[in-house]
């Protein structure tokens, strides 16, 4: 056991994988002599060299489509694209190249790519600094998609997107990059694709992944005040979803908030909702609420508090949920 | 606006040609070709066999066989130039119009038909071919071409005669995309060892090669810290010799390069295109008289190299292959429908495993039906 940040836990789960495997490359921009712009990967370029731990020039796309050459070629690229609002120049690669080469080969390619984006807000950041992405992602068929919250799932799940053979976008909680918690680095609880409930409860579901889990917990301990008990899961996989804990929590509780930072309209939540309606729909005691990002442009920092979901918001929408 | 009389996309001083549209040899000081006699024929063959099986495949198209077909008509020269210039260990990353190209790889020229036909959509292994799939969106494979290309340089592969080269093809519409751009910056900085390979046939579908640049293609290079050369397209002699220098100087770890190859789409962009509506007929008879395969038949016959005989016996050996390339295209069978939901993960998923059961029940239920 160690006690780490999440942003230290994702440094050592990098290291173990470059350790481990001499094809796991690191790309990106700055990641090298700075480590990156929030020191993911600080130090490893000083241990692993200037070829396994790649300076890129600035051009997104180009990180992306030389990734996938390298893959090809039977490398492993890790790439880290700077910050969420970064990604688009690449998007058409990573859609149109990264998730469909796979499949378009008939299963001949494989591109074990991983693409770390810092995602979310929170950080009173300039603009295209605090977005949330993922739902582009998620609704890409050929890309997985996975959220860690805890600086334990950073460790290990940054291994686990490594070593596996399939294109993972993989979104980092920037804003709690600086939490700490205990690192287990001995074996992994959970695997990659794998969502869990991170606290029992009886009275309401709720789910969330990434920064909103936190959100959710700080949530749930404020309800056990007010004599409300809530389940909280951390999806930790966003494609594919791993329903089965969400499923089996709602049939017990009847009632299910989700909680993102990105819009409301067709993000995760939607999706969630859907699937819980079809599946869970007599045991629902009330419709599947959502909590998310506004359906507006991400705000300036000075508005950010008012447009992310924070824990009255949480409340509030739990408090609607009982007056079905 | 369509291009007049005037101005039918003559070569500009930097072109580099070694034969005349005549079939005359001309001498350049920094190129030259040494091919045996049954080399320089076999050239010829090349060139005559890519052309008839390009035209099989529109008469296909036409012919309802396949969804769509992109001809090379006009460009023989520069895909079996280059084609016949790299080296087994060379990887080629191909538009989706080299089917020259991978002809000249000796791969077997129904590969690329799944594709056109609609029953997969490539399907090979790039790395058993060394020839990647073909690439429909414009310019994305400057990229991945340039990325396997610094892995070839961290694999320790350049820097010597046995070293390893890549290709990349695209055309003169993919010089204005921003990945083309972004390749050549990333082949520069990290010196490469690729060569790109821009066949630049005037036209992007309707658009004429002067709405992309400003300055000829092969000048773009210098601005990017690497060498270019503008060669005759038309010329297979130019384009394998000019290929050639490419390729082995990046193998021995020159760097990248580009090579402009001028010529000329005498056909369609691809067969869904009608280029009477953007061009002229006087632009295409312009270039019809530089016709790639007969300056090569010009050739041989000035030369002494081969006579009526030899001409009849590619003639046929062309029109049988093309024969026996379309009783496979017409053999290939339609895929089965549950191959819709394979591939997509190589450690598959959940999600889609149900969706296959679901869709699989949802057919059976059809069994003896009025959808059976």
Redesign the interface.
Known sequence: MSTLTIGRALNEGLRCAMERDPKVLIMGEDVGKLGGVFRITDGLQKDFGE?RVID??L?E??I????????????RPVCEIQFDGFVY?AY??IV??VA???????????L?MVIRIPFGGGIGAVEHHSESPEAYFAHT??L?VVSCATPEDAYWMIQQSIE???PIVFMEPKRRYWEKGEVNTDAAARSLHESWVVRSGSDATVVAYGPMVRTALDAATAAEEDGRSLEVIDLRTLS??DMAPVYESVRRTGRLVVVHEAPGNLGLGSEIAARVTEQCFYSLEAPVLRVAGFDTPYPAARLEEEYLPDLDRVLDAVDRTFGF | MAKGEDTPHLPQPEFVQLLSPDGERVDHPDYDVAFTDDEYRSLYHDLVVVRKLDTEATALQRQGELGLWASLLGQEAAQVGSGRALRPQDMAFPTYREHGVLYCRGIDPIMPFGLFRGVDQGGWDPNEHKFNMYTIVIGAQTLHATGYAMGVAMDGKVGSDDGEAVIVYFGDGASAQGDVNESFVWASVYNAPLVFFCQNNQYAISQPSERQTRVPLFMRANGFGFSGVRVDGNDVLACYAVTKRALDDARHGQGPSLIEAYTYRMGAHTTSDDPSRYRIASEVEAWQARDPILRMRRYLEKQSLAGEEFFAEVDEEARVTALHLRERVLDMPDPDPTVLFDNVYPNGSPELDEQREQFVAYQASFQGGAHS
Not at chain 1, 100 to 110: C, D, E, L, P
């Open positions: 070829d890129t020039p051009a796309s180009g992306i489509g030389t990734a996938i050459g390298l893959s090809i070629r039977g490398y120049p058409d690669q149109s190249q469909k080469m796979h499949y378009r080969s008939r299963g001949k390619v494989r074990p068929a050929g997985k596996s053979d399939d594919p979803l």
